[in-house]
């Protein structure tokens, strides 16, 4: 696992993205996968106004994202799909075609992970995965617990999960009590891997990343055992290390 410890959330995003761009650059058919949440807000700003300062071809990129509330429709405005055309598919300028999310609003979601899980491997897998990390230490929406060789499902979110979330919500009782994430078996065969994490409120969640114990409680402690991983984050993410 590689750490870089930067100075604040500019210099987390600007090396994030820059990583991106080397992926983009070295091949131009690669398969992002992407995340949601503030952490990569920045990422992806500074990704697509360097991919537009330097004229990088994005037509034959593919986004795949890691996970979606139950119940949401696409244009539901706390919906991931809503978060990534506002953040990331509109203003770089990608056609629907080449982005993907699980839909939230599928009538059957268990069969909608399957299709999911199944589209991530017709799409030949993940070359660069983007993720961000919950303070309770979950990936994407596997929360502490979760098996390690899950792959794409439907999950029951925490208390904590829907109280840290509820921020971006009206009511707290508006927050999903499930969600479509990609497991975390899926996630492990991405090619490459950046962890992001900003703030005291990760340095618990990132602690037990970095050197706790390796078990299913702490849900990013697997990254440890993927060969191609960074963890971009700040000195105060940082600060028990
Ligand atoms: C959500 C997402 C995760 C994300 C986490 C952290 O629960 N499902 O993918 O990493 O929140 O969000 P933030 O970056 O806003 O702290």
Same mark, same amino acid.
């Given at each position: 696992m590689n750490i870089i410890q930067?100075?604040?959330?500019?210099? +987390? %995003?600007?090396? =994030?993205?820059? #990583?991106?761009?080397?992926?983009?650059?070295?091949?131009?058919?690669?398969v992002f996968g992407l995340a949601t949440g503030s952490t990569p807000e920045?990422?992806?700003?500074?990704?697509?106004?360097?991919?537009?300062?330097?004229?990088?071809?994005?037509?034959?990129?593919?986004?795949?994202?890691?996970?979606?509330?139950?119940?949401?429709?696409?244009?539901?405005? +706390? %919906?991931?799909? =809503?978060?990534? #055309?506002q953040h990331f598919f509109t203003p770089l300028g990608l056609e629907p075609s080449q982005t993907n999310l699980p839909r939230g609003d599928a009538p059957d979601p268990e069969e909608e992970a399957q299709r999911y899980e199944a589209l991530i491997q017709q799409v030949g897998g993940i070359d660069f995965q983007l993720l961000g990390i919950g303070e309770n230490g979950h990936i994407a929406f596997n929360e502490p617990g979760t098996p390690f060789q899950s792959r794409t499902q439907v999950v029951r979110l925490t208390a904590n999960t829907r109280e840290v979330n509820s921020r971006f919500f009206d009511k707290k009782e508006d927050v999903p009590t499930h969600a479509l994430t990609m497991g975390?078996?899926?996630i492990m065969e991405a090619r490459s891997i950046v962890l992001l994490a900003n703030g005291?409120?990760?340095?618990?969640?990132?602690?037990?990343?970095?050197?706790?114990?390796?078990?299913?409680?702490?849900?990013?402690?697997?990254?440890?055992?993927?060969?191609?991983?960074?963890?971009?984050?700040?000195?105060?993410?940082?600060?028990d290390i």
């Open positions: 930067v100075n604040d959330t500019e210099e +987390m %995003s600007s090396i =994030a993205a820059e #990583k991106m761009i080397d992926c983009l650059k070295e091949k131009p058919h690669a920045g990422t992806y700003r500074t990704f697509i106004e360097q991919v537009h300062e330097r004229k990088l071809d994005i037509t034959k990129l593919t986004t795949i994202n890691l996970d979606e509330y139950v119940g949401l429709a696409p244009s539901h405005p +706390m %919906s991931y799909h =809503a978060y990534m #055309k975390l078996a899926t005291e409120r990760k340095r618990e969640a990132i602690t037990r990343c970095i050197e706790g114990e390796i078990n299913e409680e702490a849900p990013a402690s697997i990254l440890r055992n993927h060969a191609h991983v960074t963890v971009i984050a700040d000195k105060e993410a940082l600060r």
